[in-house]
């Protein structure tokens, strides 16, 4: 059964508890007839260690909001959980749900890796918005997978905010990734749904000629393959690198000045429709 609004197919997507990055970049990134619907990763643990591993390892009661909609894929975007708990307990429990539900299950970790293989990438940089021992978790994800992690840039957090990376903005990501020298790198990658990364990708879909990836943007090409069938390949995946998929689906939500041309040219054609 085709669905009004998912002719193509429907993501349900688990989110962070306090999150507010996630469902704004999915909506600029699915592309048309591809719809999304959101539950929250919850726990009440009081240690960010424990409430990570918590949303992986609950991952059977998470998926158990969305009860009967008939999803085409489950994709879990949160990346601390996985960098905690490893690629190997990962798969596991991908492999689990997908058992149970009959469905693609993508993680924002397995999906970065799956885009670091369909680009042929070994050696990679890191833009990341993490405290340090969270990027530590998240090099040795990289590393037992075979992966060198050459270079890591940091990101300027906002320390008394809500959420220190939740609350980060665009130019701030900006900067922490053109403070990455691209040199003899085979990719950069962006880590975490949390920090906003469609801008610097739009602007730098590559960086001193090395592709520049997200954690959304490969969680969004992996799960959008996963749920319309398609391979998730290298040909599948150029089409997303710099925005050519949805830059205009950015301009649009994104950007004042076309966001206002659009609703002068909509208000204008209202006024004719008056008249």
């Known amino acids: 059964m085709a669905l009004e609004y998912a002719p193509r197919g429907l993501i349900g997507v688990l ?24 539950a929250r990763l919850t726990s009440p643990k009081p240690g960010m260690v424990n409430r990570l591993l918590d949303y992986l390892r609950d991952l059977e009661g998470a998926v158990a909001q969305f009860a009967n909609a008939p999803l085409g894929a489950v994709a879990f975007a949160c990346t601390g959980a996985s960098y905690y708990a490893g690629p190997v307990e990962e798969a596991a429990i991908v492999a689990r749900m997908e058992a149970a539900r009959g469905v693609p299950v993508v993680t924002a970790g397995q999906a970065v890796r799956d885009a670091l293989r369909a680009l ?34 940091g990101s300027d957090l906002r ?37 906003p990364t469609l801008q610097p990708l739009f602007a730098h879909g590559s960086w001193g000629g090395v592709p520049v990836l997200s954690c959304m943007l490969c969680l969004a090409w992996r799960s959008v ?6 391979g998730a390949g290298p040909a599948s995946l150029q089409g997303w690198l710099g925005g050519w998929d949805w830059r205009r689906r950015w301009q649009l939500r994104c950007e004042p000045s076309q966001t206002a041309g659009v609703l002068d040219m909509d208000n204008q054609g209202a006024g004719r429709l008056r008249r």
């Open 159 to 195: 320390d008394g905010a809500f959420h220190p990376i939740y609350a980060m903005d665009s130019a701030g990501a900006e900067a922490a990734l053109k403070a990455l020298d691209p040199a003899g790198l085979d990719a950069i990658v962006m880590l975490g749904t949390g920090m």
């Open 15 to 38: 989110t962070p508890q306090a999150n507010t990055t996630v469902e704004p970049e999915l909506a600029v990134l699915l592309p048309p007839g591809v719809a999304m619907i959101n």
């Open 225 to 230: 393959e996963a749920v319309t069938g398609g």
């Open 120 to 153: 042929s990438a070994r050696r990679i940089g890191l833009v990341s918005p993490y405290p340090d021992d969270l990027t530590r978790a998240a090099i040795a994800y990289w590393q037992v997978q075979g992966f060198e992690v050459a270079r890591i840039s």
